[in-house]
């Protein structure tokens, strides 16, 4: 019932933007913590960066300070990635997750039940 779809994801190259979305359904999605995640080939899956409830925001990779931001629309149920000044390593399928543990601050990544399908992130010229 609970479902989360990303959307944005394609072909950009190096030094561009890209925004991804992650639309909620059958949830309110303020109500949850949000993150994250990416998958690139032959490697784990790995939390990139959190929302939580209250809105603040947690960079579990150094990798990504800087570059990109997490950010969500109440009114329209939505989280969404900016991505700048993107490099090839970050090529991956990018999924957004929800995670409705207690309290305010964010949790660690293992927290996060809920998952999109995914969407694909190429970095290439």
């Known amino acids: 019932q609970v479902q989360l779809v990303e959307s944005g994801g394609g072909l950009v190259q190096p030094g561009g933007s890209l925004r991804l979305s992650c639309a909620a359904s059958g949830f309110t999605l303020n109500y949850y913590h949000i993150g994250w995640f990416r998958q690139a080939p032959g490697k784990e899956r790995e939390g990139i960066l959190c929302l939580s409830r209250s809105d603040d925001s947690t960079a579990y990779v150094d990798s990504v300070k800087g570059r990109f931001t997490i950010s969500r629309d109440n009114a329209k149920n939505t989280v969404y990635l900016q991505m700048n000044s993107l490099k090839p390593e970050d090529t991956a399928i990018y999924y957004c997750?929800?995670?409705?543990?207690?309290?305010?601050?964010?949790?660690?990544?293992?927290?996060?039940?809920?998952w999109g399908q995914g969407t694909q992130v190429t970095v290439s010229s």
């Open positions: 997750a929800a995670s409705g543990t207690y309290g305010n601050r964010c949790p660690p990544p293992t927290a996060f039940a809920s």
